[in-house]
């Protein structure tokens, strides 16, 4: 079955810097648009960042400059390396993938990772 496993999140101070990874099983990894979201409290989910298979990226405007999406297809992994973190960044943030088909749109989610920037 397919499987997304968030790591990386923790407690981190204003200004400090995080790195999230997502390893991904069950899926045609180098096929997939691969994803960044979060959720805040009180909040609708957000993309964060995301990349497609030919290696394009996009970026929410809060982030510009400051995240970085990356993957590695032969480890089937996709990173959010996060810098110079504010406290509105604090949030859940998840691993998503998703493909378009001729079927139909396959969308996957990890369980999360928690994110507090603090001091």
């Known amino acids: 079955q397919v499987q997304l496993v968030e790591s990386g999140g923790g407690l981190v101070q204003p200004g400090g810097s995080l790195r999230l990874s997502c390893a991904a099983s069950?899926?045609?990894?180098?096929?997939?648009?691969m994803g960044w979201y979060r959720q805040a409290p009180g909040k609708q989910r957000e993309l964060v960042a995301s990349?497609?298979?030919?290696?394009?990226?996009r970026y929410a405007d809060s982030v510009k400059g400051r995240f970085t999406i990356s993957r590695d297809n032969a480890k089937t992994t996709v990173y959010l390396e996060m810098n110079r973190l504010k406290p509105e960044d604090t949030a859940v943030y998840y691993c998503?993938?998703?493909?378009?088909?001729?079927?139909?749109?396959?969308?996957?989610w990890g369980q999360g990772t928690q994110v507090t920037v603090s001091s």
């Open positions: 998503n993938a998703d493909i378009p088909t001729s079927t139909g749109r396959y969308v996957y």
């Open positions: 069950g899926i045609i990894f180098s096929i997939y648009t």
């Open positions: 990349t497609t298979s030919g290696g394009g990226t």
